[in-house]
């Protein structure tokens, strides 16, 4: 929940304003009809996504409403010291993204052109996109510029605060692939496991017929677990970084799966990870 660049949303404002015909201002926004909004959103938002960036929504830091960016409160310790926290990811959470558009193909003719563009969207030397390649030697270029951008949103802000909060956090991977063609283990594909709704249309959408009823009974039990008595059944973060892997066969903990692309983030010279204080940039 990293807090987004105030000029960037101020653009979306005004994108908003300008298919609406209306004010850039707050009042002009909470007069607009409902339905006329949501489309203004859908259209505004077309062609961007966390993955290949563009346009989007996001918090901001107003004084107010927002007094501190979110990620940097609770890297620091300053939010919810006390409170327990489970917290995951999917294995490949850009798929979602990617794979509907058929822009997996797209990005993988780009080649090194999309490359340089995650670089510069994640703030990462080539050392980094060195390290991935090296990981993942038969993967295409989509599936390390998905793995990468992933990383640098999601996993190692993850990976971080887990590392600094003081309260119990408890981390888990969803690996479990769709019967979708393509979508792997993509994002919001284990919502219908962690809610046991796998039979309603939304979750049947994304992971297809015959999902495994073992493993939401395992996810779901590891959430009402964890409501009712702060365990899910797992060990709480530690040095040995335990992770729950939730994926075909019973669910197990794997120690460490993410280190060494954590260690490669932290010993890059051209950008923080995610949450991390910036630090003088390095030309390469």
Not at 192 to 221: I, K, T, Y
Not at 245 to 268: I, N, Q
Request: charged letters at 25%; a negative charge.
């Amino acid at each position: 929940p990293e807090a987004s660049d105030r000029d960037k949303v101020r653009r979306m404002v005004r994108r908003m304003a300008s298919r609406l015909k209306i004010p850039a201002t707050a009042e002009a926004f909470a007069a607009a009809d409902r339905e006329q909004l949501l489309r203004a959103q859908a259209e505004v938002g077309r062609f961007s996504s966390p993955v290949l960036g563009g346009p989007g929504f996001g918090l901001v830091v107003d004084g107010d409403v927002l007094p501190r960016d979110p990620l940097e409160a609770l890297v620091g310790g300053d939010a919810a010291p006390g409170v327990d926290l489970m917290m995951g990811w999917t294995r490949d959470e850009y798929r979602l993204w990617l794979v509907p558009g058929g822009l997996v193909e797209r990005v993988d003719r780009l080649g090194a052109v999309a490359l340089a563009g995650a670089r510069a969207r994640c703030h990462c030397g080539n050392e980094v996109v060195r390290g991935y390649r090296a990981a993942r030697p038969d993967a295409g270029t989509a599936e390390i510029v998905g793995q990468l951008v992933t990383d640098h949103l999601l996993r190692i802000p993850m990976h971080r605060l887990a590392d600094t909060r003081p309260g119990s956090t408890y981390v888990y991977e969803f690996a479990w692939p769709s019967n979708r063609p393509g979508l792997g283990a993509c994002h919001a594909l284990e919502l219908g496991f962690v809610f046991d709704s796998g039979d309603g249309p939304d979750a049947r959408r994304l992971a297809g017929e015959g999902a495994p009823q073992e493993l939401a009974d395992a996810m779901h039990g590891a959430w009402v677990r964890f409501a009712e008595s702060g365990d899910p059944g797992w060990e709480a973060w530690d040095a040995a970084h335990p992770v729950r892997v939730f994926g075909d066969g019973v669910p197990h903990t794997a120690y460490g799966p993410l280190d060494a692309e954590y260690d490669l983030w932290k010993a890059d010279v051209t950008g923080p990870p995610r949450g991390a204080r910036p630090r003088r940039p390095v030309r390469r």
